[in-house]
Protein backbone atom coordinates (compact mmCIF):
# COMPACT_ATOMS: atom_id res chain seq x y z
CA UNK A 1 0.00 0.00 0.00
CA UNK A 2 1.41 3.35 -0.92
CA UNK A 3 1.02 6.36 1.90
CA UNK A 4 1.63 9.71 0.78
CA UNK A 5 2.55 12.41 3.49
CA UNK A 6 3.11 15.81 4.18
CA UNK A 7 3.26 15.03 7.47
CA UNK A 8 6.26 16.88 8.72
CA UNK A 9 4.47 19.93 9.77
CA UNK A 10 2.88 17.70 12.41
CA UNK A 11 6.23 17.75 14.26
CA UNK A 12 8.93 20.33 12.77
CA UNK A 13 8.46 22.96 15.38
CA UNK A 14 9.20 20.23 18.68
CA UNK A 15 11.22 17.72 17.87
CA UNK A 16 13.96 19.65 18.76
CA UNK A 17 12.62 19.93 21.85
CA UNK A 18 10.93 16.52 22.81
CA UNK A 19 10.94 13.06 21.28
CA UNK A 20 8.06 12.81 18.49
CA UNK A 21 6.75 10.37 16.28
CA UNK A 22 3.70 10.26 14.25
CA UNK A 23 1.36 7.14 13.24
CA UNK A 24 -0.30 6.36 10.21
CA UNK A 25 -3.79 5.31 9.56
CA UNK A 26 -5.17 4.27 5.76
CA UNK A 27 -7.96 6.91 5.19
CA UNK A 28 -10.17 5.95 2.30
CA UNK A 29 -9.13 7.11 -1.26
CA UNK A 30 -5.95 8.39 0.78
CA UNK A 31 -7.22 11.72 1.63
CA UNK A 32 -6.60 13.05 5.21
CA UNK A 33 -7.13 16.32 6.55
CA UNK A 34 -10.12 17.09 5.12
CA UNK A 35 -14.11 16.93 5.91
CA UNK A 36 -14.01 13.79 3.59
CA UNK A 37 -11.35 11.97 5.61
CA UNK A 38 -12.40 8.15 6.13
CA UNK A 39 -10.80 5.27 8.22
CA UNK A 40 -12.03 1.87 9.24
CA UNK A 41 -12.60 1.08 12.61
CA UNK A 42 -9.85 -1.58 12.80
CA UNK A 43 -7.37 0.29 11.04
CA UNK A 44 -8.07 3.40 13.76
CA UNK A 45 -7.72 0.76 16.11
CA UNK A 46 -4.76 -0.49 15.20
CA UNK A 47 -3.09 2.62 14.92
CA UNK A 48 -4.19 3.51 18.63
CA UNK A 49 -2.58 0.62 19.70
CA UNK A 50 0.53 0.93 18.40
CA UNK A 51 0.88 4.78 19.88
CA UNK A 52 0.13 2.99 23.04
CA UNK A 53 2.80 0.49 22.94
CA UNK A 54 4.64 2.92 21.95
CA UNK A 55 4.13 5.53 24.91
CA UNK A 56 4.36 2.24 27.26
CA UNK A 57 8.15 1.37 25.59
CA UNK A 58 8.95 5.15 26.32
CA UNK A 59 8.20 5.67 29.67
CA UNK A 60 9.64 2.15 30.30
CA UNK A 61 13.06 3.22 29.68
CA UNK A 62 15.54 3.57 32.70
CA UNK A 63 16.00 7.09 33.87
CA UNK A 64 12.60 8.14 32.80
CA UNK A 65 10.79 10.31 35.39
CA UNK A 66 6.97 11.16 35.02
CA UNK A 67 7.52 14.50 37.02
CA UNK A 68 7.74 16.98 34.54
CA UNK A 69 11.53 16.95 34.69
CA UNK A 70 14.37 16.10 32.38
CA UNK A 71 15.44 12.11 32.50
CA UNK A 72 19.39 11.96 32.93
CA UNK A 73 20.99 11.83 29.74
Given at each position: ???H??????T??I???VP????F?????????????????A???LGTE?ML????K???R??W????R????
Amino acid sequence: MMMHSGAAHDTMSIFDLVPSAMVFVPCKDGISHSPEEDAESADAALGTEVMLNATRKFVARPGWRNDGREPPP
